[in-house]
């Protein structure tokens, strides 16, 4: 069978790529630490019609086929470990449909938050999700991706009332809808997102929006260990307060920013906050997150009302991971992506740091601490085994860590490559339930296979 002949006979001869740089973007990713593997193909449809057609033809020849949109997961989603056709979908890209008065928009997969929310300001309206990378929203849901603002708002699944899917035989499905709440059935919805592309292709969703906030203050807070600083966040939820986000960078943390962007924050464990809603309940919100955080040894709390400043102060936290990883040109960069209950979260904190010293890296650990998510980010060698399995068994002692205590291995990443082991841990008894969904919906195993459960 000849698949660029047999593709050519669905797309036009300048969607269906199989040279040059093309195939080396879909190989890769743009953080991950896993081997690159180029796909057959790429294919960039323009409609659900076109993705029909694609995964039918892919269906009947048996060839494995990655979903793509940005390309910037950690843990490998995108990389064709089989070859195949990778489906950039990308060009699906348009707004279908704002409805303000129902807080509801109607979008195709390959537009990116960013784009939405440019466009949303016109409505007074937000979308909440900000994963720290102009991410598509397809990839986002593909992940169940959540970033800064899921301690106020929640994570991808709770933002996506309906998809329209199609699955590897071609099949269209719709699932959820307009409303904000439905008791009608199993919640397909819910299953979809986060199915790392395993069970279809999303070719349209339906997602929640929020007003902009009224008022918003942005805070720096300073402390002398990473533990006071958990601490400290841990405190500010307890109170019941709706802080818009909690985040935490350690000192090396802050020494890649300052040097990535030029900028003098002090090099110790920081929290990044920032509160939103009415002025009046804002400036109550900071002066308890600043008392808070003084009983806890902060030594320095400055506030950013300044829009210029708050922008200045979150294009540092989303560029901290490019940060690091400039640290430490021609290494690879493994990001371990743990969530463990709100309470453990100091405890969590220390032992990631003192497991990474134990075993001679020069880590760094920041997150989302407002709902105990935290990452660990160290360098390796991709070419020297014996760095890579160092490296990985960190890891693994940071997920145990947060398996003991009830936790997740990924609280946001997914599990893509990297993270197959672990799921077995946290779900092995629930695997052959996921495995017989995933049959359903693909029994020839052509969708991104390799995938959440590993080898197949």
Known sequence: MDLLAGLGTILPEDRVVSGGDDLERHGGGVFTYHAPVQPDVVVYPESRDEVVRVLRFANEHRIPIVPFGQGSSLEAHTIPVHGGISLDLGRMDRILEVRPDDFIARVQPGLTHGAL???????????????????????????????????????????????????????????????????????????????????????????????????????????????????????????????????????????????????????????????????????????????????????????????????????????????????????????????????????????????????????AILGHVGDGNYHAVFPLDTGDEADQERAEAVNAEIVDYALERGGTCTGEHGIGLGKTGHLQKEHGDSLPFMREIKRIADPDGIMNPGKIFGGE
Not at 238 to 261: C, F, P, Q, S
Not at 269 to 274: G, K, R, S, V
Not at 283 to 299: D, L, N, P
């Open 117 to 363: 929310n440019a466009a949303l300001a016109d409505h007074g309206l937000l979308f909440p999700v900000d994963p720290g990378w102009d991410a598509s929203l397809g990839g986002m849901a593909g992940t169940n991706a959540s970033g800064t603002n899921a301690v106020k708002y929640g994570v991808m699944r709770d933002q996506v009332l309906g998809i329209e899917a199609v699955l590897a035989d071609g099949t269209v499905m719709r699932t959820g809808g307009m409303a904000m709440k439905s008791s009608a059935g199993y919640d397909l919805t819910g299953l979809f997102v986060g199915s790392e592309g395993t069970l279809g292709v999303f070719t349209e969703l339906i997602l929640r929006l929020y007003p902009l906030p009224e008022h918003i203050v942005a805070a720096r807070a300073v402390f002398s260990n990473i533990e006071s600083a958990g601490r400290a966040a841990v405190a500010m939820i307890r109170t019941g307060m709706r802080i818009g986000r909690v985040e935490l960078v350690d000192a090396r943390t802050v020494e890649a920013v300052n040097a990535y962007k030029s900028t003098d924050y002090a090099a110790a464990p920081t929290l990044f906050l920032e509160f939103s809603g009415s002025k009046a309940s804002v400036e109550s919100e900071v002066e308890v997150a600043r008392e808070t955080s003084a009983a806890e040894g902060c030594s320095s709390f400055e506030v950013e009302a300044d829009e210029e400043a708050r922008e200045k102060l979150w294009e540092a936290r989303h560029d901290a991971a490019l940060a690091i990883r400039d640290l430490y040109p021609g290494m690879g960069m493994l990001g371990t992506d743990v969530c463990v209950p709100i309470s453990d979260l100091p405890g969590a904190l220390r032992h990631a740091r003192d497991t990474i010293e134990s075993r001679g890296l020069d880590g």
